[in-house]
């Protein structure tokens, strides 16, 4: 899946992962009304909503990058509805030939890890029919508990011919508590990334590992000194845009190559329409501004990295 991302990336020129993050608010009113006529104050009504904005966005995005992300936590809030919202997202967006990103953040261990990974990633058997879960193609696991929660998501990935992206260093303003404590010489985050490079090692597709790290756009030094230490691992970069990362900050999170990095950008995507930069595509042109905004995303990387 790792190959198939890059290819992606390189036919498209498009090193753009958009975030499905919706939120009652960011829905245009024509969405929304009529998802309320039709099922009433309910959490089915959000569900239905949240599906026909996405799959308006993914209708108008699909040539121009190579890959979404879903964040399960906005759908999760609604219960069931919410989750059949995201598995017809995720079903939706890999029928356009979207890559799929489930920013699900698991991690547990054994046996518990193994059922993550086969919902997410794998399959289950029942008396011999096979299903597949929310059948994403990476998803995002946090490390705290060590090797034993990455390694049965390793077993399904190299099985699946799925990835990972490893938090490393992640964008919010406390990463730090944990992630930059020193551990002898080194920050917690180096340790993190030197482990990660090292899975990685074992679990390489053509050029670079499915074994992947997140790395925050809102901590460019860092992002550099990762850089160094995990030179084949794919870098899921969030925090561009909202969050304030920067294109010209991106330069060295890619390789020489051109490749290495996919930057995430959520909010400033799906909810360009109520942006007054995109004012011309408010309500029904909604995904018309998502477009817009992913053209001018691509343009402004274009510039920083040329
Ligand atoms: O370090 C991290 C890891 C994950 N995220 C997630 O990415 C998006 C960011 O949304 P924006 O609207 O572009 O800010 C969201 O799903 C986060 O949970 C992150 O921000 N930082």
Redesign the pocket.
Known sequence: MINLLIDKIKEQNSPIVV?L?PKVEFLPECVREKAFKDFGHSSKAIGEAFYEFNKGIIDHIYDVVPSV?P?I??YEQYGIEGLIAYKKTVDYAKSKGLVVIG?I?RGDIASTAEAYAVGHLGQVTIEGNTERGFDSDFI?INPYMGYDTIKPFLDVCKEENRGLFV?V????PS?GDFQDLKVGDDFLYERVAMKVDEWGQEHMGQEYSYVGA?V?ATYPEVGKRLRELMPKTYF?V??????GGKAEDMAHYFNKDGLGAII??????IAAHKNPKYEQFKNEGFAMASRQAVLDMKKELEEALR
């Open positions: 975030g993050d992300k964040q936590a906005m920013d953040k995002t938090l260093k992640t964008s919010n990463s997140v925050g899921l969030p925090g561009y845009g909202a969050q995430n950008s959520s909010r400033g995507i």
